[in-house]
C-alpha cells in the first residue's frame, strides 16, 4: 500500500476541498501535536476550503522530530479520523505546509517565525512548557528553558525565548509583530502569556519591551475537543478509511469548540466559518471548561487510573465513578455566573455524553500528567469559591486527594507507573520524610505556589483531603470510590 502523499489519488469527499499548494503559509505553530492536527489545523483546513488565502502552517515540534519525520514525506498531509457511536469518517488535511523540530534546527524555526509571511503564531505546547508564573503575572526564571534562555537569548530553545526573539528580530527588521494565540488550557492565556513575554523581553532586551507592549496582540482563546494519542490501531483505521498508509494519522471525536477574542491586527484565516466563536471576552467560557470539563477529567483520570479503568469510557460505565464525575461538574457550575445561550445542566450533560463515547480510546493514564499546572485552575480555584461561599468541598477534596495519592507514586493498587509532573523531584523531596495521609496532604499542600493560602490554611480542607487520602492510601482507590459514592 503507497504512502498518503500530495500526489496520491483520494475520493473527493475525503480529500482536501483545495489544491493546498496553491495557499501560502501564514501561520507558524509551536507544538505540533495530536491536539493540534484535530483542532487549529483542521479549522484552518475548513477555512482554507471555504474561502482561501495564505493561511497554510508551518508546524513546529519544540523537542521530537517525530512529528516532522511523519509529517515531511506526505508532504503535511494526514487523516483526520472523527469517531464517535455511529462509526468512524475520515478526510485528509492539508493545512500543514512544512513540519520541523526546533531541537534539531532552532534557526529554521527562527526564520519561520520572522518570516514576512508569519502573521500568527499558535501554540498548543501544554501548560508546563511555558515557564509562567502565575501568581505574579510574569515569567517563572526557576524554569528550566526559560532559565537557558535568560543566559543565552540569542540561542532560544524555549516558548519564551522563541516568542521574545522572534518579535525583537522582525521589530529591528521593520516587519509587524505577529499575533500570538495561545491554546492551552490556561486561565487568562493571552494575558498570561502577554506578561511572561513583557517580562522576558524586560530582562533580555529592555529597549524592545515596550515597543512589543504597545504593538504585539496576545488574544484570548478556549480549546476544546477530546483527542487521544494515536496508536497502530489509529493507523490501521486511517488505511483502510483512506487507502493509503498514514504515518502521522490523528483520530478525535466528532465534537469541537474554538471561542477566540477577535484581536488579529495582521488578519486572520476565516475561521468561524468552520464554526469558530469571534467574542471580545473569552474568560466566561473558558473557565466554564476548565472548572467542568478540565477538572471533571483531572478527577477521573487519577480515580480511574488506580481503580484499574484504563480509559475514559470505561470510568463512565462505571456506577459510583460515574456519579462522582456528575457531581464534581454540578458543583463546579455552581461557582461560575450566568452564561447568555448556555444551559449548564445541558453542558454537563453533553460532557458525560463525551465522556462515555464508545468510539474513543482515551487513557485515563494519558490525561493524569502535571498535576501541579494542572490543578490551580482546575480544582483550586473553584474550591476557593466554594469555601467562601459556604458551600460543599467535598467534590474538590475527592479530586485533590486522588491526585496527591498518585502523586505518592505507590502502586499498592495499579501497576507500577511514573509520576509525570514538571515539579516530580520537588514532589519526591516533599515525601520523602513520611508515608501517612495527614504528613503526604500536609507536605503537597505547602509546596509553593501551588494551593491558596486560604484554601490550604482551613481546617477543614485538610480534614476532608486527609480523610479521603486515608481511604485510597490503606484500602484502595475502588474502596474510596464507593465510600465517596455512598455519602
Known amino acids: 500500500m503507497s504512502r498518503l502523499t500530495a500526489k496520491a489519488p483520494l475520493p473527493p469527499a475525503i480529500a482536501p476541498g483545495y489544491d493546498p499548494e496553491d495557499h501560502g503559509t501564514g501561520i507558524v505553530h509551536l507544538g505540533l501535536g495530536a491536539f493540534h492536527k484535530a483542532h487549529q489545523a483542521a479549522y484552518t483546513d475548513h477555512a482554507l476550503a471555504a474561502s482561501g488565502g495564505d493561511w497554510r502552517i508551518i508546524g513546529i515540534s519544540l523537542r521530537s522530530p517525530d512529528p516532522a519525520r511523519q509529517l515531511m514525506p506526505q508532504d503535511g498531509r494526514y487523516t483526520l479520523i472523527e469517531r464517535d457511536a455511529g462509526g468512524s469518517r475520515a478526510r485528509v488535511i492539508g493545512s500543514i505546509a512544512r513540519a520541523l523540530c526546533a531541537a534539531d534546527d532552532p534557526g ?81 492565556n493571552g494575558a498570561l502569556l502577554r506578561g511572561a513575554v513583557l517580562d522576558f523581553a524586560r530582562h533580555a532586551y529592555p529597549a524592545h519591551a515596550d515597543r512589543i507592549a504597545a504593538n504585539a496582540a496576545f488574544p484570548a482563546t478556549m480549546v476544546d475537543r477530546i483527542t487521544p494519542a494515536p496508536t497502530d490501531a489509529t493507523r490501521v483505521e486511517a488505511a483502510r478509511l483512506i487507502g493509503h498508509d498514514d504515518h502521522a494519522a490523528t483520530e478525535t471525536e466528532a465534537f469541537h469548540q474554538w471561542v477566540i477574542e477577535d484581536d488579529f491586527p495582521l488578519g486572520r484565516p476565516d475561521w468561524d466559518l468552520a464554526g469558530a466563536l469571534f467574542v471580545t471576552d473569552v474568560a466566561s467560557y473558558e473557565t466554564m471548561k476548565l472548572r467542568m470539563l478540565n477538572g471533571s477529567h483531572s478527577m477521573l483520570a487519577y480515580a480511574g487510573f488506580h481503580a484499574g479503568l484504563p480509559l475514559v469510557r470505561d470510568v463512565m460505565a462505571h456506577a459510583g465513578l460515574a456519579a462522582l464525575v456528575r457531581r464534581h461538574m454540578a458543583a463546579a457550575a455552581a461557582t461560575l455566573p450566568a452564561l447568555p445561550g448556555i444551559d449548564l445542566s445541558a453542558y454537563a450533560t453533553e460532557l458525560q455524553d463525551r465522556f462515555a463515547n464508545p468510539a474513543i480510546a482515551h487513557e485515563t493514564f494519558q490525561i493524569a500528567m502535571d498535576g501541579t499546572q494542572k490543578l490551580p485552575q482546575r480544582i483550586f480555584a473553584p474550591a476557593l469559591e466554594t469555601l467562601r461561599a459556604g458551600g460543599d468541598l467535598r467534590p474538590f477534596a475527592f479530586a485533590t486527594a486522588a491526585w496527591m495519592r498518585h502523586a505518592t507514586g505507590a502502586h499498592h493498587d495499579c501497576t507500577p507507573y511514573a509520576v509525570r509532573d514538571p515539579r516530580a523531584d520537588e514532589i519526591a523531596t516533599a515525601l520523602a520524610t513520611t508515608t501517612t495521609a495527614d504528613g503526604i496532604a500536609r507536605a503537597l499542600s505547602t509546596l509553593p505556589g501551588f494551593m491558596p493560602d486560604a484554601l490550604r490554611d482551613a481546617p477543614h480542607w485538610q480534614v476532608m483531603i486527609t480523610e479521603r487520602l486515608h481511604i485510597m492510601l490503606t484500602q484502595g482507590m475502588a474502596k474510596a470510590i464507593a465510600t465517596e459514592a455512598a455519602g
Open 108 to 188: 529554521a524555526a527562527l526564520a519561520a517565525l520572522t518570516g514576512p509571511a508569519c502573521r500568527i503564531v499558535t501554540l498548543t505546547v501544554t501548560e508546563k512548557a511555558y515557564g509562567l508564573d502565575r501568581a505574579g503575572g510574569g515569567l517563572d526564571p526557576h524554569h528550566p528553558a526559560v532559565r537557558a534562555d535568560l543566559a543565552n537569548p540569542e540561542r532560544p530553545v524555549g516558548v519564551l525565548g522563541l516568542l521574545t526573539r522572534a518579535l525583537v528580530l522582525r521589530l529591528d527588521a521593520g516587519l509587524p509583530p505577529f499575533t500570538t494565540l495561545c491554546c492551552d488550557n490556561l486561565p487568562r
